[in-house]
C-alpha cells in the first residue's frame, strides 16, 4: 500500500454511524484508503435504508498488507453480527460484536500495517459495564498505556479535561499534581509532533473564580503549583476562572484550555463549535480518534445526522 490506510471500527451496530460514514465518502477526496471493520450484512441492510451505493470489497485480515486498496470502493473486514433489521435498538447483545471488532482493528494496529484509527461511538454504559469511565480508558489499558488525555480538538481552538466521565463528587478527590503535570506534558508533545508548534496552554481552576469557602482551595495547593513549576519549558498560564475564559477575547490567547472535569470544557466547545471538533486520545502508539458525538439512537434512520465530525477525523489523519 503506497500510504498507511485509515482504520475505522463502526462501533455500536445501532448508531447513526454508517449513516454519517456514508455521508463522509461523499465529501472526501484524496484520501488515504479507508478499511471498515463491520458487519456485512449490517452495512448492506443500511446501505438499502439509507439509500447509499457503493460497492463492497472484502479484504482478508490476514494479507491486508498485499491488498491493492483505494476508496472506488468500500473495503471492508466482516464481523459477523446477526442482525435481522437495519436499525434496532442498543442491546448487551451487541457487546461481543463490538469487541470482535475493536480486538481485530487491535491487532492490525500492533502489526504496524497502520497508525491511523478512527470509532465510532458505543454505548459506554452497557458494553464498558463501568469497567472502564470511557473508550479513552478501555484503548489506553488494552495497550498497557499508564499516561493519557482525551483531547477536544478544533484548529481554533481545543479543550482537554483532566478527568473524564466522572462523577462531579469525585473530581475533588481524583485532581492532584501528578495528574495535572501529565496532561499537560502530553498535549504539548502532541501538538509539537503533530500540528507543528508549541501550543499556548490555559489551565483553569476547579471553583468558581477559583476562590473557596474551605480552608483547603485546591487551586492554590495543587494547580497553580503545577503552572509554576511547567512554566519554564512549556506555554502554560493559569489557573483561570471558568465563567469568563471562554469568552471570545480570553479564548484567543489559548490554542487549549485545560480543564478539571469533563463538561467544565466539553460544554463550552461543543456550543463553539458543534460537530466541528474531533476527540484524539493522547499517549498512545498511534492516533486514534473518535467523532465527537454518541450513537444517538433516536436518530437512526432518519438520515439526518450531521457527518463533519467524522470529515474532520478523517481529514486530520490525511494531514499526518
Not at 478539571?260 to 471538533?277: G, W
Request: aromatic share 10%.
Amino acid at each position: 500500500m503506497s500510504s498507511k490506510p485509515i482504520l475505522i471500527v463502526a462501533g455500536e451496530p445501532n448508531s447513526v454511524f454508517l449513516e454519517i460514514f456514508f455521508k463522509s465518502l461523499r465529501s472526501i477526496s484524496n484520501s488515504s484508503p479507508i478499511i471498515l471493520i463491520a458487519s456485512h450484512k449490517l452495512l448492506m441492510l443500511q446501505m438499502k435504508k439509507l439509500k447509499f451505493n457503493k460497492k463492497i470489497k472484502l479484504l482478508n485480515y490476514h494479507k491486508l498488507d498485499e491488498a491493492k486498496l483505494d476508496n472506488k470502493s468500500i473495503n471492508l473486514i466482516d464481523v459477523k453480527y446477526d442482525q435481522k433489521k437495519a436499525f434496532k435498538k442498543k442491546s448487551k447483545k451487541s457487546n461481543k460484536y463490538i469487541e470482535d471488532c475493536f480486538l481485530l482493528a487491535f491487532n492490525i494496529l500492533k502489526s504496524e500495517i497502520t497508525n491511523k484509527f478512527i470509532n465510532g461511538p458505543i454505548y459506554k454504559d452497557i458494553f464498558l459495564k463501568k469497567k472502564y469511565l470511557g473508550i479513552t480508558e478501555y484503548i489506553s489499558n488494552y495497550f498497557s498505556i499508564k499516561k493519557s488525555a482525551m483531547l477536544i480538538f478544533n484548529k481554533n481552538l481545543s479543550v482537554c479535561p483532566v478527568t473524564t466521565h466522572l462523577p462531579l463528587k469525585l473530581v475533588s478527590k481524583k485532581i492532584n499534581k501528578k495528574l495535572i503535570r501529565e496532561k499537560i506534558e502530553l498535549i504539548n508533545e502532541f501538538y509539537k509532533k503533530n500540528i507543528g508548534y508549541n501550543p499556548k496552554i490555559g489551565v483553569l481552576g476547579l471553583n468558581p473564580h477559583c476562590e473557596s469557602i474551605n480552608k483547603y482551595n485546591e487551586d492554590e495547593k495543587i494547580i497553580k503549583p503545577v503552572i509554576s513549576n511547567l512554566k519554564k519549558k512549556i506555554n502554560i498560564s493559569g489557573p483561570y476562572s471558568s465563567d469568563t475564559t471562554f469568552l471570545k477575547k480570553n479564548r484567543k490567547k489559548f490554542d487549549v484550555i485545560l480543564g478539571m472535569y469533563h463538561d467544565q470544557v466539553l460544554t463550552p466547545i461543543k456550543t463553539l463549535y458543534e460537530y466541528d471538533a474531533i476527540n484524539i486520545t493522547l499517549g498512545l502508539p498511534f492516533i486514534r480518534i473518535s467523532p465527537d458525538h454518541g450513537p444517538n439512537e433516536k436518530m437512526l434512520g432518519k438520515n439526518l445526522s450531521n457527518p463533519l465530525s467524522l470529515i474532520r477525523a478523517i481529514e486530520f489523519l490525511n494531514r499526518n
